[in-house]
């Protein structure tokens, strides 16, 4: 079974993508969707897919936007929901081995307006994986790892439905599109909801259809241009030059400043012709590998330099050849990525990432409640309580417990008592024990 839908209703956008493309409708029809978890995708040699969906939140609390559940036990494949206070959003996902694993990311959604959401999954031939998700236009998002949905549902599962619960929404909360699109572009399903781009423009750079082109990119094109032309210029000198060797190897004169490889070298013998050094005896060696390699010069063979834990904790490496790539550092961190050739390098370079520390913002105090305690933890943070002086939740925010007679809140110090004048003015004494002007008092010393 597909399960069912409650929705709000249906938006239908005015474009549409290219029309080789295929355009499903999951609101309209979700008997679509087991076609997605069978693995039809990956079979039939496709190397992308797109979930699309459209909104508007206007609730604080906690809000599940969609999810693709197994009917046989409630089991959710995937799920997609917003913590509005938090301004986050969170995908859970199964896993192809049948774990679970949890992405989150910041974005503020909760104010009423229309969004609309793009998850963008590639590598489904073609490795490695990978799942970006856009933002009115934008990408906010990004990790090397597919849901299961996308790979085809995990050994044993029973294939799945999407439903959109509507019972954990207010009636100003609405889901109002969710469509599944393959064989086509990302830029051409990018239309789908209103993002237009000039020639050449990456998706990850749109605005919100401003109708204004950034000065940055103008300026990366004028710089691509000079670049192209300077290559260009490089490229006719370099054949020059070759044309000029050439004809002086040809009539057995040696160019100034040309150097003529030992002619019992042949070609291929040394893992590079220009490792081929004449010998004193008439014959040839080869010289040393270079960075990044290990060998006898003969033979060169690339050298792994991730065994030597160059990155971060948690950040991928990537071995190149020749040398090594560090990716970005993971969520809830800062630093840069880091690229480097051979084994005394990795070895004295190690990529550093620095804990964010989200309390201070932004968003102010973290997301937490205003007169709440934020606390920052190594890749993340948590909300507590009240602070003092202070009553209530999260949820309900935090409210100044102290009041005068009048049931005004108190400006005085916790240890200090208001006093309501005749003449409905306030003032504050510090109490027993303290001193001070009564909006701040300390211990009194005397």
Not at 193 to 200: A, F, K, L, T, V
Not at 205 to 218: D, H, I, V
Request: glycine residues 10%.
């Amino acid at each position: 079974s597909a399960g069912s839908f409650q929705s709000f209703g249906t938006v239908s956008l005015s474009l549409s993508p290219s029309p080789s493309s295929a355009v499903y409708d999951l609101l309209d029809s979700p008997d679509c969707l087991p076609d997605l978890l069978q693995g039809s995708l990956k079979n039939k040699g496709r190397d992308e897919a797109f979930l699309l969906s459209s909104f508007r939140l206007q609730s604080r609390a906690p809000t599940s936007l969609y999810s693709v559940v197994n009917p046989k036990d409630s089991s959710k494949y995937l799920e997609l929901s917003v913590q509005a206070k938090l301004s986050k959003v969170t995908l859970r996902y199964q896993k192809i081995d049948g774990r679970f694993a949890t992405t989150s990311f910041n974005a503020p959604l909760a104010d009423g307006r229309d969004h609309h959401m793009m998850l963008h999954a590639s590598g489904l031939q073609a490795v490695p994986p990978r799942l970006n998700i856009y933002i009115d236009c934008r990408l906010v998002h990004t990790m090397n790892d597919l849901p299961a949905a996308f790979w085809g549902s995990p050994a044993g599962s029973q294939h799945g439905g999407a439903q959109d619960p509507a019972h954990s929404r207010t009636v100003e909360d609405k889901l109002t599109d969710l469509k599944l699109v393959v064989e086509d572009t990302v830029d051409n399903v990018a239309t789908l909801q209103d993002c237009h781009m000039d020639q050449g423009q990456p998706l990850q750079l749109l605005g919100q259809n401003t109708g204004k082109k950034p000065n940055r990119l103008t300026e990366l094109k004028s710089m691509f241009a000079e670049m192209k032309e300077l290559l260009q210029q490089q490229i006719k000198e370099t054949n020059f030059l070759r044309n000029t060797i050439a004809e002086c190897l040809a009539c057995g004169k040696q160019c100034p400043g040309t150097v003529i490889l030992n002619p019992t070298c042949p070609p291929g013998t040394c893992f590079r012709q220009s490792m081929c050094i004449p010998a004193e005896s008439g014959g040839f060696r080869c010289g040393p590998c270079p960075d990044g390699y290990t060998g006898d010069g003969m033979r060169c063979d690339d050298v792994d330099e991730c065994q030597f834990s160059p990155c971060f904790l948690g950040v991928t490496c990537v071995n190149t050849a020749p040398g090594f790539r560090c990716g970005r550092c993971p969520l809830g961190y800062t630093g840069p990525e880091l690229t480097g050739v051979g084994v005394s390098y990795a070895k004295s370079h190690k990529q550093a990432c620095e804990d964010i520390d989200e309390c201070l913002g932004p968003p102010e105090n973290g997301g937490c409640t205003a007169n709440s305690h934020c606390y920052n933890t190594m890749g993340s943070f948590r909300c507590g309580d009240c602070k003092t002086g202070f009553t209530g939740d999260q949820v309900k925010g935090c409210q100044n417990s102290r009041l005068c007679p009048d049931g005004q809140p108190s400006p005085c110090d916790a240890n200090a008592e208001c006093i309501v004048e005749r003449d409905g003015s306030i003032s504050c004494v510090c109490g027993v024990g303290w001193a001070g002007n009564g909006y701040k008092c300390g211990k009194d010393t005397d």
